[in-house]
Each structure stands twice: as structure tokens, then as C-alpha cells.
């Protein structure tokens, strides 16, 4: 077993880190502030083939394994989470189209969003189905040629930007979540619009967006994959995504304990560095042992999906376990800065506000826990 990265993922985390520091770093205080998501960004990030990372060129994608795509995750959550989330959240609807769409739905729909610049989404979420998502109550009835959708979904990441969204609807509501399916559903179809962008905690640049569906009509070759299977594919979908999660959490991390560590050794307090309290020093070992663990549990489980291994469990640990470190490294740090933690002027509570969400988006922490122990367990 080799623990290190091989060339081509140096060279890719190297990149990322340059432009993580060189052009995100400076923008991230005042995304934050002003609550406004990034195109400069975003565009830049298509340039430098992160949009399309893990995916085929043949698709608009730039290649890379699973490793790689979550190494420029986790270096851009260094310097602002947002757009590191922005960025995960960003490939979570064309990953669908990827794994469960037609030929013709990944020539036409990837290359924009992997490579051109253009924005996707993944709408699952509604109103009364979040942690339970098999309660969705979107419809979608087969009208002709088309399928007419009714509905809203909430907390929709990019949504109100996005050109191309992943948008899932139950054609057969008597089936249940067994009766859902997934759409491709293209900015400016008739009936659908976005609705309020939400006013959030932390992840600030990353917008936040309800959708409406009010008697929209989508070609019936807009359907992705086989109908009454859309459940299925979300959670296979979401696998994925979460691990993109465990490395949004290893960035923001290893930020928490880089600003400590400084502050250790600068803060002078009682005549000596502060780094040098027992109590304090400590903080910092807690915080590194917690992400070398995460460190191994998110690149054993991206390392099991490109092995083409189940990972469902192994994607749900990294998930659960990042979350919970984020917050716990995010605190800390704050803690050690003490009053100085807690002022805007210095990161440490934007890493505080921003690593909070991570243990709600993309499956509580509860929920993972869930699937954790039916797995360890193997009852429902
Ligand atoms: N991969 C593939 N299929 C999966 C799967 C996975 N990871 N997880 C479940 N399925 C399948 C099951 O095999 C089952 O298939 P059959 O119909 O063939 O039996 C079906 O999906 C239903 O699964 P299950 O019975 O486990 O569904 P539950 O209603 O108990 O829900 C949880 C399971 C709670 C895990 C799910 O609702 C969940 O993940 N909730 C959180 C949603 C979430 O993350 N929301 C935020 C992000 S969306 S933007």
C-alpha cells in the first residue's frame, strides 16, 4: 500500500493550491461579506478544467481520477469554503448525467457545465422531504411527447443560476419513492423558475435558491435514466457528493490548524508563547490526529470509487467524520484566538460559520449515522 500521491495528483493539487492562494484567498472575505457568488471565479475555475475535473474530455471533462478532483476541493476550501462548495455542488447534477444518462444527454448537456462555464444543479430537496427525500411531492405527468412538471424544491445550491438542473419528480406518486424519476430541466423552460436566494449563516458566496415548476413542460428525451429509478440514482449520486464534502472539511481543517499553529507560536501571554500552555498545545494535537484520520477515510473511500468498489458506507463515514471535524478544528481555532477569534477582521469565524453547514447539506450528520449503522448492523 502506497499513502503517497503519485505526479499527476501533486501536480493538480499544486495548481490548485496556487490558485486557491493567488485568486481566491483575496476575494474570500468579501464573498463572504457581501453574500455574492463568484462568475470571475467560477469562470476561472472552467479555464483551469476544475469544473470538469473527474469527468471524460470526450464530455467537456478534463479528466483526473476521484483522488485528484477532491484534492482541488480541499485546497480551495483552504481559502474559502464557499467556492469550494460552489465548486463540489456545481458537478453533483452532471455526475447524475454522467452515471445514469443517455449518449446524446452527455454530448449535449456536460460540455457546457464541465468546461464552458455554465452552472448546474441537483434538485432533490423540497420543503417537507429533506432528510426523509423519498417524500418528495414534485410530479411529473407524461403529457404527449413532454412530461409537465409540478412543484418546488428548497436549499438548492446554485439552483437559481444554473443552466442545466437534475430536477426529480414522482411520475408514479402511488409507488411511492420507488415511483420517482430524474429530469434534465434547462434554464429558461417555460414554468420553471427560481424563487428566493436564501440569506444563510456561512457558505455565503455559495448561492443558496428555491425552485418553482409551475406546468413545465420537458421533452420526454429529458428524462434521465429509467423512470421509478430516480431514487436509487439520487443516493447513488449523493454518495459521490458527500465525499466532496469530506474534503471540503479536510480544507477548511487544515486552515483551522495552520491560523492556530501561527498564533501558538506568536501570542505571547504570561510571559512565553501560548503554544507552550499545556492546555492550548493540546488543541493543536486534537486537531491534527482528527484530520489525518479524515486524511485517510476521504482518500480510502474516493480510492474505493474509482476502484469501482461499494462505497456507500465509506463515502458516508468520510462524510459524517468531516463534518464533525470541521466544527470541532473550526472552533478550537477559535477558541485559541480568544476575543480575536471572534472578530470579522481575521477568518477564524468564517471557517466557525462555514464548516456549520457541513453537518446538514448533503445528509445531516444524523442521517449518516443512520446509514452507518444499518450497514455495521445490517437491520432497517
Ligand atoms: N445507492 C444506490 N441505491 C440506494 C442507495 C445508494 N447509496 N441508498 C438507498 N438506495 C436504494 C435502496 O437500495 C432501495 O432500493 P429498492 O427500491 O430497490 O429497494 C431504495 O434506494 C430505497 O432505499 P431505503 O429504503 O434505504 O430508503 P429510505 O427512505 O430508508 O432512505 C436515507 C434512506 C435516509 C439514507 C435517504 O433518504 C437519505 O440519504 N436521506 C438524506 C437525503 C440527503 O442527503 N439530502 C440532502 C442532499 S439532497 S440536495
Known amino acids: 500500500m502506497d499513502f503517497r500521491l503519485d505526479s499527476d495528483q501533486e501536480l493538480i493539487r499544486q495548481t490548485a493550491k496556487e490558485f486557491a492562494e493567488k485568486e ?49 476541493v480541499e485546497e480551495i476550501a483552504k481559502c474559502c469554503a464557499s467556492t469550494a462548495a460552489t465548486l463540489c455542488i456545481h458537478q453533483v447534477g452532471p455526475y447524475g448525467i454522467y452515471l445514469f444518462g443517455s449518449e446524446e444527454q452527455k454530448k449535449t448537456y456536460l460540455p457546457p457545465v464541465l468546461s464552458e462555464g455554465k452552472v448546474a444543479a441537483f434538485a432533490l430537496t423540497e420543503p417537507t422531504a429533506g432528510s426523509d427525500a423519498g417524500a418528495v411531492k414534485t410530479r411529473a405527468v407524461l403529457d404527449g411527447d413532454h412530461y409537465v412538471l409540478n412543484g418546488s424544491k428548497c436549499f438548492i445550491t446554485g439552483g437559481a443560476l444554473a443552466q442545466t438542473v437534475l430536477v426529480f419528480a414522482l411520475t408514479e406518486p402511488d409507488k411511492g419513492l420507488r415511483g420517482m424519476s430524474a429530469f434534465i430541466v434547462e434554464k429558461g423552460t417555460p414554468g420553471f423558475s427560481p424563487g428566493k436566494t436564501e440569506n444563510k449563516l456561512g457558505l455565503c458566496g455559495s448561492e443558496t435558491a428555491e425552485l418553482f415548476f409551475n406546468d413545465c413542460r420537458v421533452p420526454r428525451e429529458n428524462l434521465v435514466g429509467q423512470p421509478g429509478k430516480g431514487f436509487a440514482m439520487a443516493m447513488a449520486i449523493l454518495d459521490s457528493a458527500r465525499l466532496g464534502v469530506g474534503a471540503q472539511s479536510l480544507g477548511i481543517s487544515q486552515r483551522a490548524l495552520a491560523e ?44 474505493a470509487k474509482g476502484a469501482g468498489e461499494q462505497y456507500t458506507l465509506d463515502a458516508a463515514i468520510a462524510k459524517y467524520y468531516g463534518a464533525e471535524t470541521a466544527c470541532f478544528c473550526a472552533d478550537l481555532a477559535l477558541q485559541i484566538h480568544g476575543g480575536y477569534g471572534y472578530m470579522k477582521d481575521l477568518i477564524l469565524e468564517r471557517l466557525f460559520r462555514d464548516s456549520r453547514l457541513l453537518k446538514i447539506y448533503e445528509g445531516t450528520s444524523e442521517i449518516h449515522k443512520v446509514v452507518i449503522a444499518r450497514s455495521v448492523i445490517g437491520l432497517k
Request: charged share 25%; aromatic share 12%.
Open 24 to 72: 481566491v484567498e483575496p476575494l474570500a472575505a468579501e464573498i463572504d461579506r457581501t453574500h455574492a457568488f463568484s462568475w470571475d471565479l467560477f469562470r476561472r475555475m472552467a479555464e483551469l478544467g476544475f469544473t470538469g475535473a473527474g469527468f471524460p474530455e470526450e464530455y467537456g471533462g478534463s479528466g483526473g481520477d476521484d483522488i485528484s478532483k477532491l484534492l482541488i
Open 260 to 303: 492556530s499553529v501561527k498564533y501558538l507560536n506568536e501570542r505571547v501571554q504570561f510571559g512565553r508563547p501560548i503554544g507552550a500552555q499545556q492546555g492550548l498545545s493540546w488543541y493543536a494535537a486534537e486537531m491534527k490526529v482528527r484530520i489525518e484520520a479524515l486524511r485517510g477515510l476521504v482518500y480510502k473511500a474516493a480510492w
